[in-house]
């Protein structure tokens, strides 16, 4: 898989989770606990998914291991959203 931008691009000044955390530091808290908690929501409602399906924590953990690099992508796009979101509603 192509990667769409690099983890430690300057455009972020570090990290894009870096780049998240300063925003979480500085924006509205009640909006940062707003988003928090949709995130949360939707962890949560996975979780029960995967139990109700069998998923055992081994399957998970294999399945990261086997899957780093997407998932790395992935949780970047997730930080990218999440950013987004709390800095178009914080202005």
Not at 6 to 31: C, M, P, Q, S, Y
Not at 56 to 74: H, P
């Amino acid at each position: 898989m192509m990667q769409l931008f690099d983890e430690d691009d300057k455009l972020f000044g570090g990290t894009v989770v870096g780049k998240l955390v300063d925003i979480l530091r500085h924006a509205n808290k009640n909006l940062v606990e707003f988003e928090l908690e949709k995130l949360l929501t939707k962890m949560a409602a996975m979780e029960m998914m995967l139990e109700e399906r069998g998923v055992s924590e081994a399957e998970i953990k294999s399945f990261i291991f086997e899957n780093g690099d997407n998932l790395r992508d992935m949780s970047n796009s997730l930080a990218l959203m999440l950013t987004a979101d709390i800095v178009t509603q914080n202005e």
